[in-house]
């Protein structure tokens, strides 16, 4: 292996809206000027690209460019979750695997808070009044005292914990380790004790990583026993959710209503019926995008740089494997 040090931006960067890959290339170039960066932009570039390269930045890793990886040793994925890579190859292989897990939190909570406030101040009823030329006041309820239930205390959580408890909300969750103290939250659960989450609920936000033990979590039955004017909202992944449960008891009234920026086939087919349903929010997975995710991408990577040419394995922010 070649003493310097070789990253390449996989091709599914190139062209993306979520990020510039040109935006990421200067903002990784502006920390770490020493490092050879190479950004591919198609699937052959990267297939060659990769021969030589001992770092790759993205969140996608196909068994064929593996293959032809001759130096490769670490992976820095570019998104929170990791579940679009398959974890058993990469241990197979030794390949290091770290996550983005943070770059995302700020624009997501500010998300989840619109999502909030556009139900309880209803602000789509105001729209819809501009639309029809209609002046009728009406009252809007408030967030403070409301109860937030969120599923998974990660980055993304607690950011959301600490802008909801700044407007008065009470914040309530699951985290595996459910002795710690954050900031914002009033009560901690561990996972097997969801349900005292889901019962206080007046919004529920899922935000932990898809895994086997997380797909479907969130089923008919975690969904009678949410309050029937809670709002479920989901920027997880579309399968922790369980869809058509869901979309039952949004038809049904069983609960108020969902705000959805994941789904469990992307983009949404036309013909599902969460499009028809006015009780539900739709958008198109773009809550962790912001102008300043390539920025905050490449601080995480450079950390996690500087500790990955210093053998520091210990120091590696986010390390999956």
Known sequence: MSNERTALV?????????????????AIEDRLPALQLEVARTPSESLSLIEDAEILLSSFAE????????????????????????????????????????????????????????????????????EGGSWERFTGGELAGKTLGVVGLGEIGCRTATVADAIGMDV????????????????????????????????????????????????????????????????????????????????????????LDVFGEEPLPADSPLWDLSNVILTPHNAGVSPQLPERTADIFAGNYEAYVASDLDGLQNRIL
């Open 63 to 130: 068994p064929s460019l593996l293959d032809a990886a001759d130096d490769l040793a670490w992976i820095q994925a570019l998104s929170a979750g990791v579940d679009t890579l398959e974890l058993d190859d990469l241990r197979e292989r030794g390949l290091l695997l770290t996550s983005a897990a943070g770059a995302h939190a700020q624009p997501i909570a500010e998300q989840v808070l619109g999502y909030m406030l556009t139900f309880e101040r209803r602000l789509d009823d105001a729209m819809a009044m501009r």
């Open 172 to 259: 309530v969750g699951t985290k595996r380790d459910a002795d710690v103290e954050i900031e914002g939250v009033d009560r901690i659960y561990p996972p097997e004790k969801l349900e005292s989450v889901l019962v206080d609920a007046d919004y529920l936000l899922v935000a932990c990583p898809l895994t086997e033990e997380t797909r479907g979590l969130i089923g008919r039955t975690e969904l009678g026993v949410l309050p029937d004017d809670a709002v479920v909202m989901n920027v997880a992944r579309g399968e922790v959710v369980d869809e058509a449960a869901l979309t039952t008891a949004l038809q049904q009234r069983a609960i108020r209503g969902a705000a």
């Open 10 to 26: 996989h091709h599914s960067v190139w062209g993306t809206h979520w990020m510039p890959a040109d935006d990421l290339r200067a």
